[in-house]
């Protein structure tokens, strides 16, 4: 495997988790909960792939694999691996806050229904959007929580200045099941066929694609039915060839060692930002004066008032 520099490497890594952590941020998830899904996943992968030959893999090896310290490795690998690979996802402040607005008085009625709440209330007795942030354990800016819940569809805001719950969990509105496998292989399968590509630059595997970047927004909805019309005929052929030489399907089929084999195709696009500032600040005014009528200025949880700098 030819060495790769270690500052190459480091762009590389922020490059390919730039659009993860933004779904993940985009889906409520936060870095303390991304922070433990990765400290496990490194130490299955050095438990699984990274043992020497005929020795036992011990908590001093898996430490030196990873850098990560040796009485945290003991602990994690005290755990069942399905423990280690299903922590709590509902840790998000939008999540606490409604687990709080649901949880009873004094932010339901009598009959357990969310009440509509004022924005900022008079004194600690009365029940308040930033009394409920607060009792929800956020220290930050009510404005900010309001912001992201407004943002994920949580929450609406009222001319009267109440906020109203929307949604009784953070999660995704559409039924993501069978795409979220999706996500968690595709990217994957096609991750692996780079990183092969690099490390056995004499034996490639297939990997190709056109890129242009000054494609006018009118032209777009033709070329994505062209091609989408071009990649189903090739995952028809695809599926031909693949097909031939599955023992599944045809016993005759050439023998050897269990292969999976993927051959797949996609379609990506993006608008590209110009370098113009003033277009940028025109944009950014634009958005502001669009925004919701009537919002608060930015306070804490704990009442301390923040003039916003527009």
Do not use: C
Request: hydrophobic share 40%; charged share 30%.
């Amino acid at each position: 495997m030819p060495r790769i520099p270690e500052d190459a490497l480091v762009v590389t890594i922020r490059r390919l988790l730039r659009p993860v952590v933004r779904q993940l941020l985009g889906w409520g998830v936060s870095y303390p909960v991304f922070d433990r899904v990765v400290r496990g996943l490194f130490v299955e992968v050095a438990e699984d792939d990274f043992a020497l030959p005929a020795k036992k893999q011990t908590d001093s090896r898996v430490s030196l694999v990873t850098g990560i310290h040796r009485k945290e490795i003991a602990r994690l690998r005290r755990l069942p691996r399905e423990e280690r690979n299903a922590p709590p996802l509902e840790r998000s402040v939008v999540t606490r806050v409604i687990g709080r607005w649901l949880a009873g008085a004094p932010y339901t009625d009598r009959a357990g229904r969310p009440r509509a709440l004022p924005y900022e209330g008079h004194g600690r007795a009365r029940a308040s959007f930033a009394r409920l942030v607060g009792d929800a354990g956020f220290d930050g800016p009510v404005r900010s929580v309001l912001d992201e819940m407004l943002r994920v569809d949580a929450v609406s805001w009222r001319d009267d200045g109440t906020v109203v719950l929307e949604r009784e969990a953070n999660v995704p509105t559409q039924d993501l099941g069978t795409r979220l496998d999706l996500l968690g292989s595709e990217p994957a399968e096609l991750f692996r066929t780079i990183a092969h590509n690099i490390e056995q630059p004499d034996a490639p595997w297939l990997q190709r694609k056109v890129i242009y970047d000054n494609v006018g927004a009118d032209a777009l909805p033709t070329l994505r039915a062209a091609a989408r019309e071009e990649g189903e005929t090739l995952i028809r052929r695809a599926n031909a060839l693949l097909g031939a030489q599955d023992r599944d399907r045809n016993p005759d089929a050439p023998g050897g060692a269990r292969s999976r084999v993927v051959l797949a195709t996609y379609w990506f696009e993006e608008p590209v930002e110009t370098d113009d500032g003033a277009a940028r600040a025109a944009a950014a005014a634009t958005a502001g004066a669009s925004g919701k009528p009537g919002l608060p200025g930015r306070i804490t949880a704990r009442g301390a008032v923040r003039k916003r700098s527009e």
